[in-house]
């Protein structure tokens, strides 16, 4: 079965970096196309970045864009996000997702990530 | 900036039947943004529900359907239950370096 399985979230300073994983298992992970969302506390969704299947295109939100680096390592079946310079608006909960074209369907059960001092 | 628009609150008796909708800024939504609607309960991740206007994922309930409406993206209820008490997610995709945003949901109330 799909599981998707985020770690790598903490608390961590403003200006700090943090690097969030996501292990994917029961797919074809290579032939994907992986989200990262993110929800800060009692806040709707927020799309964060995505990646093409072959990692070829990347796209972030306009929050994030040049602060956040989206990429996979198929070797290990695995999405990161390297998160750098790090603010409070980026505290909230970050979560993985599968995109088989044109729909996101199975989604990580999140990390926390607090940014605080 | 790219503005997608649902109802923030809607409240249904159970057994009824709700409509949720999803507005684009750009102007009338259609095929082409993929519409995709997300189920979240407190506490739980976001769980998949239509993709690409009315497709249901394996796991939908055949209570959900997905439509096109007046310009808009829509998610009907019908025969509502009480575990469909949660908040409503739509996302459209609009391609280029911004590719999918989320609306601001719709806390659905069951009562």
């Known amino acids: 079965q799909v599981q998707l399985v985020e770690s790598g979230g903490g608390v961590v300073q403003p200006g700090r970096s943090l690097r969030l994983s996501c292990a994917a298992s029961?797919?074809?992970?290579?032939?994907?196309?992986m989200h990262w969302v993110r929800q800060a506390p009692g806040k709707g969704l927020e799309w964060v970045a995505v990646?093409?299947?072959?990692?070829?295109?990347?796209h972030y939100a306009d929050s994030v864009r040049g602060r956040f680096t989206i990429s996979t390592d198929n070797s290990k079946n695995t999405l990161y996000l390297q998160m750098n310079s790090l603010g409070t608006e980026d505290t909230a909960v970050y979560y993985c997702?599968?995109?088989?074209?044109?729909?996101?369907?199975?989604w990580g059960q999140g990390t926390l990530v607090t940014v605080s001092s | 900036q790219t503005v997608v628009t649902q109802e923030p609150s809607l409240t249904v008796s159970p057994g009824g039947t709700v409509t949720l909708t999803c507005a684009s800024s750009t102007g009338a939504v259609t095929s082409g943004y993929y519409p995709n609607w997300f189920q979240q309960k407190p506490g739980q991740a976001p769980r998949a529900l239509i993709y690409?206007?009315?497709n249901k994922h394996s796991w939908t309930p055949a209570r959900f359907s997905g439509s096109l409406l007046g310009g808009k993206a829509a998610l009907t209820l019908s025969g509502v239950q009480p575990e469909d008490e949660a908040d409503y997610y739509c996302?459209?995709?609009?391609?280029?370096?911004?590719?999918?945003?989320f609306g601001g949901g719709t806390k659905l109330t069951v009562l």
């Open positions: 690409s206007i009315s």
């Open positions: 997702a599968r995109e088989p074209g044109g729909a996101i369907d199975y």
């Open positions: 990646i093409s299947y072959d990692g070829s295109n990347k």
């Open positions: 996302l459209l995709y609009y391609g280029g370096a911004h590719p999918w945003v």
């Open positions: 029961g797919f074809t992970f290579s032939s994907y196309a």
